[in-house]
C-alpha cells in the first residue's frame, strides 16, 4: 500500500519543487522585503551552480536516497517506528515530528562545531537573501546532511511517506522562509505559528551573533521556542539589519570556486569562533 501511495505521490513531489520556486519568486518581484545590495546575475547564477554541484556530489557519492532506505527498513522490520507496529497515519505524523526535530538538531551541531560549522558557514556567506540562498550549501555540507538523514532514517524506522511528505514541506517552507518576500505583520504573527516565516528565518541570518544562533527551525517554529532559541525581530529591524558574517563580504566571496574553498582556508580556523559558538 505505502509503496502504491508513494508512486502516485512522486509525479507531485516532482513538480512540486519547481512549483514553489515560481511562485515565491513571484512573491519576490511583488513584495520585496529589502533592497538587494548585490548583483543579482552573480549570486543567482553561483549559488544554483553551487546546488548542482552539491546535488551531483551526494548523488555519486550516496545512491541510496532516504525515502528507498525507509521502504527497505520497512520491509525488513529495522527501526523504532517499525518496531512499534503502529498504524500508518500515526505513524506518518511522528514520522513528520521526528525528522523536523532532527533537522532542527542538526542545524545547531553545525553551528555548535568547528568541522561542521567551516562548511555551514559558506550558506551564511550569502550578503542578501532571497530563495536561491536556500540552495546555497558547501557539497560536503550536503553529502554529511544526507548521512545524517540516512541514520535516522534507520534508527527511528520512518515510513518512507513520512520522509517524502517531510522532503517536499521541508523545501517548501526553506524557499519560502529564505525569500525577499514582504508579509503583512499579522499574517506573519498567524503564519509563524505553524511554520517558519521570512521575518523569523531573516533573524538567522543577522551578523550578529546571538542572531545567527537562533531561529533553527527547519519547518515548524515549535522547536525553537521550546528549546529557548526563539528570536522575534532582529535587534535593528528588517531594513537596518546586517545580513553575512563579518569575514566573507567581497564581492569574489559571491563566487562559486571561492565558496568550494574557503572551508579549508585558514581564516576559517582562525576566525570562526567569532561568528558561531563553535568548539
Known amino acids: 500500500m505505502e509503496k502504491e501511495l508513494i508512486s502516485n505521490f512522486a509525479p507531485f513531489a516532482f513538480y512540486s519543487y519547481y512549483s514553489v ?8 518581484v511583488l513584495w520585496e522585503k529589502r533592497p538587494l545590495q548585490q548583483s543579482f546575475s552573480i549570486r543567482w547564477l553561483n549559488n544554483i ?3 548542482f554541484v552539491s546535488s551531483y556530489a551526494v548523488r555519486w557519492l550516496i545512491p541510496v536516497v532516504a525515502m528507498d532506505l525507509a521502504l527497505r527498513c520497512s520491509e525488513q522490520n529495522v527501526g523504532v517506528l517499525n518496531l512499534l507496529n503502529m498504524p500508518l497515519l500515526i505513524s506518518l505524523v511522528l514520522g513528520l515530528l521526528a525528522l523536523d526535530a532532527w ?16 562548511f555551514h558557514l559558506i550558506h551564511h556567506s550569502d ?32 515510513p518512507a511517506l513520512a520522509v517524502m511528505f517531510y522532503s517536499v514541506a521541508a523545501f517548501s517552507v526553506s524557499f519560502f522562509a529564505h525569500s525577499n518576500i514582504s508579509l503583512p505583520a499579522k499574517l506573519d504573527s498567524v503564519l509563524r505559528c505553524f511554520i517558519i516565516t521570512p521575518d523569523m528565518h531573516r533573524v538567522h541570518h543577522s551578523i550578529d551573533k546571538p542572531e545567527t544562533n537562533s531561529n533553527y527551525g527547519m519547518v515548524f517554529p515549535w ?3 521550546i528549546f529557548g532559541t526563539y528570536v522575534a525581530q532582529p535587534a535593528k529591524g528588517h531594513l537596518g539589519m546586517v545580513l553575512g558574517l563579518d569575514r566573507f563580504r ?12 574557503v572551508p579549508f582556508t585558514k581564516e576559517v580556523t582562525q576566525r570562526a569562533k567569532s561568528v558561531a559558538d563553535v568548539e
Open 103 to 118: 533537522e532542527y538538531w542538526l542545524h545547531r551541531l553545525f553551528h555548535r562545531y568547528l568541522f561542521l560549522w567551516r
Open 49 to 51: 551552480g553551487l546546488e
Open 250 to 261: 567581497s564581492r569574489r566571496d559571491l563566487f562559486i570556486d571561492r565558496m568550494l574553498v
Open 21 to 28: 520556486i515560481a511562485i515565491v519568486f513571484i512573491g519576490e
Open 127 to 158: 550578503l542578501d537573501l532571497d530563495f536561491t540562498t536556500h540552495v546555497r550549501h558547501h557539497p560536503l555540507e550536503s553529502l554529511l546532511g544526507q548521512l545524517f538523514m540516512l541514520l535516522f532514517v534507520v534508527l527511528m524506522g520512518l
Open 223 to 225: 522547536w525553537d521556542k
